[in-house]
């Protein structure tokens, strides 16, 4: 069975501070990897994803996620937060030939000012 | 592009009550996912179609849900009769292709059981 882990229910991280959210995977075979962001009474909205090739993807808004087959890890990070930023992260897989989505239970950031 | 719409964004209904929700997804997209969010916990998959067809509904938690696709456009998502434990956000998805396309996901309904 697929499983998602977002040990963090929340990180707060102060403006301009380097940020990090957590979330370890376990799928059969190779991962599809994905990276949401949800703001209040909003629907979630694409960040990034990771499917093959180099290992550090770049996505929206500035943020970027790190695959680490070897640790099952796809942490989401960026290199200076704005208070902007501050929603409920969620980091969902899948394997290949799957349709079904695993999130992870989020993880909710704030940006202090 | 049309994002994905859901309605309604609130349903405050009484056990045992009928409540329908409907998605229309974004205009092309074949590939239509629901999934639910009850309070505090993960998002959980209840269904795919492609088109009209359900590809799977493995996610469906019992007989009380019933979800169609209309000639492949918008969706409908059923729970007959409502029981309390049926209360969350229930998601709508979208996507052009294949699943290493990115859901495109409505702003949920929120339903509460009472």
């Known amino acids: 069975a697929q499983s998602v882990a977002q040990p963090e229910d929340q990180v707060n991280v102060a403006e301009g501070n380097p940020l990090t959210v957590k979330c370890t995977y376990s799928?059969?075979?190779?991962?599809?990897l994905f990276w949401y962001v949800q703001y209040p009474n909003r629907g979630l909205q694409f960040l990034l994803k990771?499917?093959?090739?180099?290992?550090l993807v770049k996505g929206s808004y500035g943020f970027e996620a790190e695959f680490n087959k070897s640790q099952t890890s796809f942490h989401l990070k960026k290199p200076s937060a704005l208070v902007s930023d501050s929603a409920l992260y969620f980091c969902a897989a899948t394997g290949a030939g799957s349709y079904q989505l695993t999130f992870g239970k989020g993880t909710k950031l704030s940006v202090i000012p | 592009e049309a994002g994905v719409t859901q309605f309604p964004s609130h349903s405050v209904i009484e056990k045992g009550q009928t409540v329908t929700l409907r998605c229309d997804p974004i205009?092309?997209?074949?590939?239509l996912y629901w999934y639910r969010r009850v309070m505090g916990k993960e998002i959980k998959f209840l269904l795919h179609f492609v088109k009209e067809s359900k590809q799977d509904e493995s996610g469906m938690p019992n007989n009380r849900f019933l979800a169609e696709r209309t000639g492949g456009t918008y969706s409908t998502l059923k729970v007959q009769p409502a029981e309390l434990e049926d209360s969350g956000v229930y998601f709508c998805?979208?996507?052009?292709?294949?699943?290493?396309?990115?859901?495109?996901f409505g702003n949920g309904t929120r339903l509460t059981v009472t």
């Open positions: 205009s092309g997209h074949d590939n």
């Open positions: 799928v059969s075979g190779n991962p599809y």
């Open positions: 990771y499917i093959t090739g180099d290992n």
């Open positions: 998805a979208s996507s052009r292709g294949p699943l290493n396309s990115p859901l495109h």
